[in-house]
């Protein structure tokens, strides 16, 4: 009788045992997909100098020799506040999805880098009227830059992530950048 009961026990222990694992699995894939699985944006920024409707303009002049590998010879403190175009595709044709409004300063002595600083708003598709907000640190002599999204509002409100940075084309200040946001927010911040 006593070898039956505990042999019992251990069945249900196992039963139990295998019912948490499986709860525990759902738990976790439904944890990946609410929070964890961050929202992939692709889009290119065209930052324009010249032409009839400038959208970046340089409001100071830095100081001191041009930095070494800015192509534009850009100094030290220099300034520049943009309102660019963000589009689908590379070309200045391609379906505009927003906007990238902000500055950046040139904070360093050594590279050419940049202290950037930017809100995005969405105007098109899913994310119509949202916005991220992007600061970090652009150095414009490397491949691919790392900047971080530090909040969002309406789908992004409370966002976290970062944006994978690169010059996709550049013709004297005129420069097309390719821009990859992964952006991570929280369900409950959202309303959702
Ligand atoms: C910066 O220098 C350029 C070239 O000398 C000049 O055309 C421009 O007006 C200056 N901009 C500012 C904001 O001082």
Redo the contacts with the bound molecule.
């Keep these: 009788m006593l070898n039956m009961a505990s042999l019992l026990t251990s069945a249900s222990l196992a039963t139990l045992l295998m019912g948490m694992a499986i709860v525990f699995f759902a738990y976790a894939v439904a944890g990946v997909d609410a929070q964890d699985a961050p929202k992939h944006l692709h889009f290119y920024m065209h930052d324009g100098y010249t032409g009839p409707k400038p959208t970046a303009v340089?409001?100071?002049?830095g100081t001191g020799q041009p930095l070494k590998g800015s192509g534009g010879g850009a100094r030290f403190g220099d300034t520049v506040v943009m309102d660019d175009r963000l589009t689908e595709g590379p070309t200045p044709a391609s379906r505009v999805v927003g906007r990238a409004q902000g500055f950046y300063v040139t904070a360093s002595q050594g590279d050419p880098a940049m202290l950037l600083t930017m809100n995005v708003l969405l105007t098109e598709g899913p994310y119509d009227g949202s916005s991220l907000t992007v600061m970090g640190r652009n150095n414009i002599a490397t491949t691919e830059r790392e900047l971080a999204v530090v909040g969002g509002t309406g789908v992004f409100r409370m966002a976290t992530g970062y944006v994978l940075w690169k010059t996709a084309s550049w013709r004297g200040r005129n420069a097309v950048l390719e821009l990859d946001a992964y952006v991570y927010v929280s369900p409950a911040a959202a309303g959702a």
Excluded: G, L, S
């Design positions: 340089q409001i100071v002049n």
